[in-house]
């Protein structure tokens, strides 16, 4: 095992709300994640015949399930236990696929596990357990990036290839490309002071969304937006850490079009502004994939 190429297996791990992550992929002892299927896709298509021609009348994405063999040994019901443990204690679920030879990739998918089934170690002392996992999001990337002024003046730091750059401490923004299947849901953390902090949204150079938060964030606060599925927020974080909702007419206009997502396959700009510097501030576009 000693020359062994990592890159040349596919790697899973579970991750937990605090970011606490369990390697189903410990090909050198632990705990090993096999057999696994339902990575793919599949859509329910409806069709009208028309003579001989037949018409697509409705095509809906099929919820995918998960399937593998958890492989359980050095201490198996030890390691088994552990496991249920964390994902029973678990408020939510992702798993975490990398792909064979992919750079090292990382994909995400928010997860719920609905079944596992005990079995009984065999003579290698090795438990094996089918697991059955449902899929409550697509595929998705975090590709982040992290404006601040704290250690060098005019300092970017990035984890990715997409271009980023600013004009000034007034204007921070970052260009890109949804590569994804779908539209792409933004996350991004301000830092206050703010004062009426906008979001804008710039299309092949022009101007199509414009969110304005008509409010003032103090030091040690910060606004939050994302535009997640099923979790679109715009809140204060207060710094005590508890959250308030932002989500009122006292800082938004309700007849705007308020929910910025990233089209796809098309020159993209998002662009933070202020009334004064935005010292700090993190954006993070999650490019979604119906199968990786």
Sequence with gaps: ????????????????????????????????????????????????????????????????????????????????CNFVDFILTANSLRLIYVPK???????????????????????????????????????????KVIYTTKSEEGEIVWD???????????????????????????EIVVNGPIVNLKILLLVEGELVQEVPIKTTIKKYEKILYGTRENNFYINKENTDGTLTSLFSLDYIDFENDNVIRIPKNR???LKLTAENEILSAEITILPQYITV
């Design 101 to 143: 030879k992919s750079n090292r990739i990382e994909y995400y998918r928010d997860i719920d596990v609905c079944k596992i089934e005990k079995t009984e170690e065999d003579e290698y002392k090795t438990l094996t357990c089918p697991i059955d996992i449902k899929c409550k999001s697509l595929w998705y990337e975090e590709n």
């Design 267 to 269: 020159s993209c700009q």
């Design 1 to 80: 095992m000693d020359n062994y190429d990592y890159k040349d297996i596919r790697n899973f791990y579970f991750e937990n709300e605090t970011g606490k992550r369990i390697d189903c992929q410990k090909v050198d002892g632990g705990l090993f994640l096999y057999n696994v299927s339902g990575l793919g896709y599949e859509e329910n298509i409806e069709y009208e015949r028309i003579g001989n021609t037949f018409v697509q009348t409705n095509k809906q994405l099929v919820q995918n399930t998960i399937t593998g063999d958890l492989e359980f040994y050095n201490m198996s019901y030890d390691e088994y």
């Design 160 to 186: 990715f290839e997409w271009d980023s750059k600013f004009s000034d401490y007034n204007v921070r923004s970052r260009e890109c490309i949804n590569k994804g299947h779908v539209e792409a849901p933004v």
